[in-house]
């Protein structure tokens, strides 16, 4: 489970980062990327959304379940200072773990992000 403190909870903030932040595109995911507001930056912060057009909502959940796990296992790598949103795309669901992960650790380097 990902740690509170790296969760983005509130939907102002999730709203500022799809529309304000950077986008990053991969053919089984999306993420986007906006700087923290002033005093927030000890730590990154993510947020996980996955639409209807993925599945139904036990899809949904498992491949946000999949998605948080794999940044909780690189928390360590990721820089801090930044919201995060990643959107789950419908070729998600044939997606392994391994690729899912080396998906997401590629939209992190591309981002600059990743130690």
Same mark, same amino acid.
């Given at each position: 489970?990902? $740690? ?20 990053? $595109?991969?053919?089984?995911? @999306? ?11 000890? @730590?990154?912060?993510?947020?996980? /959304?996955?639409?209807?057009? @993925? ?7 498992? /491949? ?5 796990? %794999? ?16 959107? /789950?795309?419908?070729? %998600? ?16 380097? &591309? /981002?600059?992000?990743? &130690?």
């Amino acid at each position: 489970m990902l $740690p509170s403190p790296y969760r983005l909870r509130h939907s102002d903030d999730i709203v500022r980062v799809r529309q304000g932040g950077k986008r990053w $595109p991969h053919p089984l995911l @999306v993420l986007f990327i906006d700087a923290q507001p002033q005093g927030l930056s000890s @730590v990154s912060r993510f947020a996980f /959304a996955a639409g209807r057009h @993925v599945g139904k909502a036990t899809v949904r959940n498992r /491949a946000k379940r999949r998605l948080r796990e %794999i940044v909780h296992q690189h928390l360590g790598k990721i820089e801090p200072g930044h919201d995060c949103l990643f959107v /789950a795309r419908q070729p %998600i669901l044939l997606a392994d773990y391994v690729e899912l992960e080396h998906a997401m650790l590629q939209l992190l380097t &591309r /981002a600059g992000i990743l &130690r």
